[in-house]
């Protein structure tokens, strides 16, 4: 199994490009089989789970080509199995995406449940029900959500918590069903928005994307389509710390800052100089320490709980004692009891961690549990004094694009070895 090494200390330098978005990316090319026509979508990250999904459509009779800038063109018209088996969505839980658009523009889906993961429960019960309120026929049997609906009807669903995946699987579903769906409660993020604009761009009838109430009218047919996914805001938050963390000089490109408002401002609160322009982020925190930041983790537009370990690695280094609140997933904290063995000063209560930060961090043998674990684990071994070993590391190569080599480039000392 690969593991990463680090060796920490080297103040980060340079510039780093930024990969299309995986949470959008991977919606978008389950949408592709709602298209009647072929679909070409650029920007699409080189990741294991954008991999895994490609192979989903490809098991369900989708013809699917990929050049090499990662283009992906995609017909549907050619599925004949409507199935998302165990094997590959225990390997994604995002699978779950696949199950909405099956309903809609094939009438039937048997979705493995992906059941929880190293973060939570992550139950997907919203994305059942909403589909039941739209008349679609749902059994749960033998680890599979079996579902089936002549059309879709359009319907009037209040999420009882904000969902991305959720929201993401009712506005698919909702495209190709008879009359008015009206989402409420819906989640904000900026790839549910992504979402919304490539349905649009196939001839979807959408309003509201981006605010809390999405509303739906629903069409015959929907067509192909050309489209880039967005920037991964997450990506490049990773990178802002990673400069953040060692001291150092990282100016972010391709990228949309408008979409990191909350992470920005805490950046700027841990004392980086920060300047934004329409595409580019620069970071500056030459020769000072960061300060300790409180966050608490919410639904867009607040504090994205996919930088909370990022965050939890720079608090561990940063002068004070910070409070860590996480509110969306109740077993998000496990890189806390990793960063521990680097020497970081973490006590955990309930949802809350108080980090108290530590001159520095030393070097020591440490295991990803998840992918933004693996990221924080990697953001804390560059400031460790010393060589640090990061296990399990295929965790982060589901979302980060190439990491060593955008790391190397702006001076990190890491290599991965077998
Ligand atoms: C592929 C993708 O886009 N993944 C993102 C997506 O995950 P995902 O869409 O799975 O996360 P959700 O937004 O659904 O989860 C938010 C909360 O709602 C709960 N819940 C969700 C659905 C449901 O039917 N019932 C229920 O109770 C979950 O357990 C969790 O506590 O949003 C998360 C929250 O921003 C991010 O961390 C993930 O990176
Ligand atoms: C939790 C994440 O992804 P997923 O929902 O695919 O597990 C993430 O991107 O941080």
Redesign the pocket.
Known sequence: MDKLLIQGGAPLQGEVRISGA??AA?PILAATLLAEGPVSVGNVPHLQDVTTMIELLGRMGVSVTIDDRMRVEVDASTANAFVAPYELVRTM??SIVVLGPLLARFGKADVSLPGGCAI????????VDGLRAMGADIQIENGYIRAKADRLRGARIVCE??????TENLLMAATLAEGQTVIENA?R?P?VVDLANFLSAMGAKISGAGTDVITVTGVERLNGASYDVLPDRIETGTYLVAGAITGGHVKIKGTRPDHLDAVLLKLREAGAEIEIGDTWIDLDMRGRRPKSVDLRTA?YPAF???MQAQFAALNTVAEGVATVVET???NRFMHMLEMRRLGADIRIEGNTAIIRGVERLTAAPVMATDLRASASLVLAALVAQGSTEIHRIYHIDRGYERIEEKLEQIGAQIKRIA
């Open positions: 995986k949470n991977l839980r995002a939570g429960a992550r139950p997907v019960n919203i994305h918590t904000v969902t991305v995946t959720g989640a993020e790839e639904p994205p709980t996919d969306i997933f109740e």
